[in-house]
């Protein structure tokens, strides 16, 4: 049972890991070379101090023991112990961990597996890249073949003596991840419609094919898996290789024996020294051209979150000890992972307590974030509100029948009036498949030079969009009728709104809103208090000694939660 659970478990490892790869900051892979140093240093280094407590001991064979993180345990405490932190340090936690997980599987197969069969380990490279040429030919991806192969690569390294987990994590790598394609979700919207005129089976099993297939198949693997690797198959894990009785004597026995104390030691103060040792010497070695993505107190609370050793620390622990010595180490284990995730809560909450600029600098350093937008801002075409050479500039793609854009404009209306160094600019991306209205209200906006008056009437007004409509709000403000009625009519703003969709494309936009500051993407929620802090890590990467502005936080909480 243990095998299965570990495959599934780095499965779900590696999936997470390309969507950073492919999407986050990782996608310049010249980054990857402090993280992957740090977390080679982070795992030689508690095998150093277990080999040394346990020299010309028999149980010096357990190094392997002292060296892995639980990627999912350590991320499950982080999001405990670190609430409200940018989620750039966990891009950062995630690039430590892969890294981590990757060469403890190789260490398993390699110094604690069986002996290696040659013959299944060759029909596992072959079942494995048969994977790979089938994903090739058919890029949406097929349960079918992604099943048959997979099992068939993961069933001959169980024959081959190798760990076959190392099948989930490969297979997990080579998932790649994307944004969804603009053609694929209008696709996916026509059999959705097609269905509501004709309601069938069939055209149901269509319409949800279609859904499925417009997302990547590390998206639908990720939310397949994620639930059942959280709620399910670690804690069967647990219980299957962690149950111990622990009394007064165990503890005694082990608070004197070397594997308990080399493990505990390697984990609480190994692996934070050498994750912040190993980040300092790239920085120094490459005379500052490679910095942490993170600031140095992240940093050392990435280090003591590395501690928490679990699930493969346990495996490699059934496979190196028995007895009183399984026991000990087991006990190294758990205290280990529960002092560093109490030693995690005191450093972040120890950041916490700084100074507001000191704290963004502890949090997020000095180095510079890649840009997720790819056209700047241009006033000649753009709608820019705020001052035109403000350092933090806030795009958001929008719709005007767009609900979810309507529920965020008095956050963005908000924003404006507390915050004297941000500009606004709006881009148009009418999902002309699902708001049959949304392009022509885009055009009727540009009209006349009134486009913020306009622009809130609209996204006040999303019940009251058709032409008449239209037209009553033009004279509302004082506009020519007749002449925006030429304008609709003649597509006079076409091309305007156009270049804005192909921009939005440019950028990997799907949906509205989507925002983004000074280039960089915002993930998360839209309302007023989520954008505020999106606001104060912004300032803080523009200028990292600048103190927050003040502001006025606003009583307004989830206006509008999708993510």
């Known amino acids: 049972m243990d095998s299965g659970l570990m495959t599934l478990f780095f499965l779900v490892v590696g999936l997470e890991a390309r969507k950073e790869f492919n999407l986050g900051d990782q996608r310049e892979r010249r980054r990857l070379v402090l993280p992957v140093t740090a977390s080679l240093i982070a795992m030689a280094a508690p095998v150093g101090i277990y080999l040394a407590v346990n020299q010309g001991s028999p149980a010096v064979h357990g190094w392997g023991v002292a060296m892995s993180t639980d990627s ?32 403890a599987l190789v260490v398993v197969a390699f110094a604690y597996g069986e002996h290696i069969s040659l013959g299944p380990l060759a029909f596992a490279l072959a079942s494995f890249g048969a994977l790979l040429v089938a994903r090739s030919m058919r890029p949406t991806g097929s349960r079918t073949t992604d099943v048959v192969f997979g099992v068939g690569t993961w069933g001959a390294l169980m024959f081959s003596g190798i760990e076959p987990g190392v099948a989930g994590l490969a297979i997990g790598l080579a998932t790649t991840a994307r944004a969804p394609l603009r053609s694929d979700l209008e696709h996916a919207t026509g059999l959705v419609r097609l269905f509501r005129e004709q309601p069938s089976p069939a055209r149901a099993r269509s319409a949800t094919v279609g859904l499925s297939a417009s997302l990547s198949a590390n998206a639908r693997l990720q939310h397949l898996f994620h639930p059942w690797i959280t709620f399910l198959i670690v804690p069967l894990f647990a219980l299957a290789n962690a149950g111990i009785r622990i009394d007064a004597d165990l503890l005694a026995h082990a608070a004197a024996a070397p594997v308990t104390i080399g493990i505990f030691l390697g984990y609480v103060l190994g692996k934070p020294l050498a994750v912040l040792a190993g980040s300092w010497a790239v920085a120094r070695s490459s005379r ?144 002309s498949d699902v708001h049959p209205h949304a392009r022509l209200t885009a055009e009727a906006a540009a009209s006349q030079g009134a486009f913020w008056p306009m622009h809130t009437l609209l996204l006040e007004r999303q019940d009251r969009l058709d032409l008449p409509d239209l037209l009553a709000h033009a004279d509302e403000l004082g506009l020519d009728t007749d002449r925006l009625e030429r304008e609709l009519l003649s597509g006079t703003h076409r091309a305007s709104v156009d270049h804005h969709i192909t921009s939005a494309d440019t950028n990997g936009v799907t949906g509205t809103p989507t925002f983004f500051l000074n280039g960089k993407r915002h993930h998360g929620p839209y309302d007023a208090a989520a954008l505020f802090d999106a606001i104060e890590e912004t300032r803080h990467a523009h200028h990292p000694a600048a103190p927050a502005a003040p502001a006025t936080r606003s009583p307004m909480r989830q206006l509008c939660t999708r993510a």
Do not use: N
Request: proline fraction near 6%; glycine fraction near 8%.
């Open 288 to 431: 500052g051209r490679l910095h942490p993505p993170v600031g140095w107190g992240a940093v050392l609370g990435s280090g003591t979150l590395a501690g928490v050793g679990f699930t493969v620390s346990l495996l490699i622990a059934t496979l190196a000890f028995s007895g009183h010595q399984l026991d000990q180490a087991k006990i190294g284990i758990l205290g280990a992972a529960v002092i560093s995730t109490v030693t995690s809560w005191a450093v972040y909450r120890g950041v916490a307590l700084l100074p507001s600029a000191r704290r963004q600098r502890a949090l997020l350093g000095d180095s510079t974030q890649l840009h997720d937008l790819v056209d700047a801002v241009d006033p000649a075409r753009d709608h820019i509100q705020g001052p035109v050479h403000a350092p933090i500039t806030i795009v958001e793609y929008g719709d005007f029948e767009c609900p979810y854009c309507s529920q965020t404009e008095p956050a963005t209306r908000e924003l404006l009036a507390s915050h004297p160094d941000v500009r606004y600019v709006w881009r148009h991306l009418p999902l």
């Open 72 to 103: 999912a345990l350590a991320l499950r405490a982080f999001a405990m112990v670190a609430r409200g932190v940018p989620v750039r340090i966990r891009a950062f936690l995630l690039a430590l961990f892969v890294v981590d997980d990757l060469v």
